[in-house]
């Protein structure tokens, strides 16, 4: 019903900047919500940032200052610029796109803070 393919992970060092980006197709419409989780192997998932299509945001307090996410709905396309990364910051970052009840997920993009 709902694909997303998500680009735009790398290496980085610290201080540096990376934009994900998350583009959706399908049966796209309604409220919904859109954003990023980030996993570490053995930790738990985290909500990194999300959107919705009212145009509220949401930031984990790690992030907030320094990522901005934000929806381009002519793409159905959301961005998360990343500023000021840090080692902790790496992870696999998970695009979700969610109506209701049901969630949709990207194929993961990796993103690693090291210098």
């Known amino acids: 019903q709902v694909q997303l393919v998500e680009s735009g992970g790398g290496l980085v060092q610290p201080g540096g900047s990376l934009r994900l980006s998350c583009a959706a197709s399908?049966?796209?419409?309604?409220?919904?919500?859109m954003g990023w989780y980030r996993q570490v192997p053995g930790k738990l998932r985290e909500l990194v940032a999300s959107i919705t299509s009212s145009g509220s945001t949401s930031y984990a307090d790690s992030c907030k200052g320094r990522f901005t996410i934000s929806r381009d709905n002519a793409k159905n396309t959301v961005y998360l610029q990343m500023n000021s990364l840090k080692p902790e910051d790496t992870a696999i970052y998970y695009c979700?796109?969610?109506?209701?009840?049901?969630?949709?997920w990207g194929q993961g993009t990796q993103v690693t803070v090291s210098s």
């Open positions: 399908g049966s796209i419409f309604g409220f919904n919500t």
């Open positions: 979700f796109y969610r109506r209701w009840t049901q969630t949709y």
